[in-house]
């Protein structure tokens, strides 16, 4: 079975704070993916990433970065976390481009 | 520009009854993958089935079935004989062969109630 996990279930973090939310694949896949999912909203793409060092923007890239230095991990960094980034995060791998896309159990980021 | 729609926000049925989840897509590509995705209260997204745009061919498993209609350009999704287990939201989503994106439908949130 695809294993896709997240590094936290919640996560409390201050406003202004560094924050890095970690994520990893055990299938060997190429894609990488980060959303965020916000009721009202859905799913939102952030970033993904098709190879290791390669990143791509999504819907929603401001005040997040991204760090693929290893095929199975991929990292998502809100770089001064703030209320506004409040939302719960959820990772995703697939093989290739059309396959299906597996996700970890999510994040819920509050930022106080 | 491609979209998915999911026109039902909140459905409610009794155990046991049949249900059917609604799916509707727009894309002028010819080539490109269907999916449904589960999303219990837990909050993981579980992925439930992929289609690609050239097999019609309608699909089974267990209670679960789907309808895929490239004339209707819909793919829905019915769970016969429905249980309290399948509260849940199901998203449908499409993507594109040339594209790494997945374009997500708003969900539909299933009660179902005992």
Redesign the interface.
């Known amino acids: 079975d695809v294993k896709v996990t997240q590094s936290s279930r919640y996560l409390v973090k201050r406003t202004g704070e560094k924050v890095f939310l970690e994520c990893v694949q055990d299938m060997d896949h190429e ?1 990488m993916f980060w959303y965020r999912q916000d009721p009202g909203l ?2 939102r ?1 952030i970033y ?1 990433s ?1 190879d290791v060092k390669m990143k ?1 923007k ?1 819907d929603i890239p401001e005040g997040y970065s991204v760090s693929r230095e290893k095929k199975e991990r991929f990292s998502l960094i809100l770089e001064s976390a703030s209320t506004n980034q409040t939302s ?1 995060y ?1 990772c ?1 791998s697939s093989l290739i ?10 994040t ?1 980021l509050t930022v106080v | 520009a491609q979209k998915v729609t999911q026109a039902q926000t909140e459905i409610s049925v009794v155990e046991k009854e049949d249900v059917t989840l609604d799916c509707v897509y727009e894309t002028r590509d010819t080539t490109y ?1 269907l ?1 449904w ?1 589960k999303q219990p209260p ?6 439930l089935i ?1 289609r ?1 745009s050239f097999d019609e061919q309608n699909e089974i498993s267990g209670r679960y079935s789907w309808n895929f209609q490239k004339s209707t350009s819909s793919f829905n999704f019915t769970i016969t004989a429905s249980q309290v287990v399948d509260s849940a939201v199901y ?1 449908c989503a499409l ?1 594109l ?6 374009i ?4 539909t949130k299933l009660i179902i109630k005992p």
């Open positions: 894609n859905g799913l793409l993904f098709y791509e999504g719960m959820l995703a481009t059309g396959a299906e896309a597996f996700f970890g159990q999510g819920r | 993958y999916f995705y837990s909050g993981e997204l579980v992925f992929r690609n998203f993507i062969d040339s594209n790494y994106q997945l997500w439908g708003a969900g």
